[in-house]
């Protein structure tokens, strides 16, 4: 069977950026013209006041303290409060795959190899722009992929389950590499009037090439992969392809994100912890001596939490890595930032783990050893 490495890794990183205390002036403006606009049906109880947000509940709730987004004057826009993205036409590439794209051409080229090598591309990611024709073909065909390409969502543990395939498809000889790419503009389904929810998520992009380990020159060795799924309605969005046959028509809340945040804390933490180190078990790695970890970007408690129960100590920041911080949760893209961004130091030999996990619920594990 042929093994498979993560060959490179590219980034696309949108250029305008929120902070906490942007988001939030924006949203109190919103509150504040809401309840004046509805003062007396809040008088006479018919309608309950909203309530304002705060930039310090924010970060000390999820160490969230900036977003990139890829519009942000409609979501700052107490009128708006959604990112205007105007649809282009179907001979123009759509917004998704062009920064799909760009965070490929950085992988590509990192890895130094024609795209002629490439024979399959897979867009994993929370939400596609639209259902069909595929993301991944349309992403293909901007860079010239010949094979095949097709998308998959697994929310946020897309970026894992995408890596797993991508080293199936080369232990059965599907494919010599592998594209997998996530775009997410996570904006797009985010409801920025719900306050509770209205910081959480942010707008990026990620690549990986995925190769056989024979063909490889560097990269990390895929020492292990492992997927888990149980069925949770704590995160949800109901949006889809029935939504216009729907008696109440498209508008309704649930068709953007929602969750249940405590329970997804409550019942996540141990779900994963458990995962990585039984799966850790039977790979015959001690979790204790892992130098790094890459896991899903969605609150720094939940990975402060989850380092520890893996590492046994609290671990450095060198060892948990937090990019959250300033790009808070892109869904799929997160744990693949933060392999991309930290791991220049590793020596041959050193060992690591990219980990994600989000809703459905669903979580995803690769253990990676650099070469
Ligand atoms: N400002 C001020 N106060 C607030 C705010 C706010 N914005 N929001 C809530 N509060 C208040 C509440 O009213 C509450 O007050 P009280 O105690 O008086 O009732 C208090 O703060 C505490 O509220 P919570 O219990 O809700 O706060 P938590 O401490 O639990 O923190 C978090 C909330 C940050 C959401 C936290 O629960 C969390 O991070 N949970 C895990 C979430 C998670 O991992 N989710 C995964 C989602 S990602 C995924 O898989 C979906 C992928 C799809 C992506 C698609 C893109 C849209």
Avoid at 170 to 191: F, Q, R, T, W, Y
Avoid at 292 to 297: I, M
Avoid at 325 to 345: L, P
Wanted: hydrophobic share 45%.
């Amino acid at each position: 069977m042929q093994q498979a490495v993560i060959a490179a890794t590219g980034l696309y990183t949108p250029e305008q950026s929120i902070s906490n205390v942007e988001l939030v002036e924006a949203f109190n403006s919103y509150v504040e013209r809401f309840n004046a606009d509805n003062a007396d049906a809040i008088a006479a109880g018919t309608v309950e006041a909203l309530t304002p947000s705060s930039a310090e509940f924010i970060e000390k709730a999820s160490g969230i303290k900036a977003r990139f987004v890829m519009n942000k004057s409609g979501i700052l826009d107490p009128a708006i409060m959604r990112p205007v993205i105007a649809e282009r036409p179907n001979e123009e590439i759509s917004i998704l795959a062009e920064m799909a794209v760009a965070a490929a051409r950085e992988a590509i080229a990192k890895w130094g190899k024609p795209v002629s090598e490439i024979g399959a591309v897979l867009c994993a990611a929370s939400n596609m722009q639209r259902a069909y024709p595929a993301m991944a073909i349309e992403v293909q065909q901007a860079l010239g992929i010949e094979g095949f390409a097709f998308d998959m969502n697994v929310a946020c543990s897309s970026a894992t389950f995408g890596i797993k395939t991508a080293a199936d498809f080369i232990a059965s000889g599907s494919a010599k590499a592998v594209l997998m790419v996530n775009p997410e503009i996570c904006s797009g389904h985010l409801n920025f009037k719900d306050r509770d929810s209205h910081f959480i998520f942010g707008d990026v992009a990620t690549a990986v090439v995925v190769e056989a380990a024979d063909r490889a020159d560097g990269g990390w060795d895929i020492l292990g992969t492992r997927l888990k799924t149980q069925f949770s309605n704590n995160i949800r969005n109901n949006f889809g392809f029935l939504n216009n046959a729907a008696p109440e028509g498209i508008g309704a809340t649930d068709k953007l994100f929602v969750q249940e945040g405590r329970k997804v804390f409550r019942e996540v933490v141990p779900m994963v912890s458990e995962m990585i180190v039984s799966h850790a078990a039977d790979l015959g790695i001690d979790p204790t001596g892992l130098k790094r970890l890459w896991l899903h970007q969605a609150n720094i408690n939940m990975n402060a939490m989850i380092g520890r129960k893996v590492l046994g100590r609290d671990p450095t920041p060198e060892e948990n890595v937090i990019i959250l911080d300033t790009y808070a949760n892109t869904s799929s893209a997160g744990s693949i930032i933060a392999f991309h961004r930290a791991n220049s130091d590793f020596a041959a030999g050193d060992t690591g783990l990219i980990c994600s996990f989000g809703a459905g619920y669903s979580a995803g594990t690769v253990f990676v050893r650099k070469r």
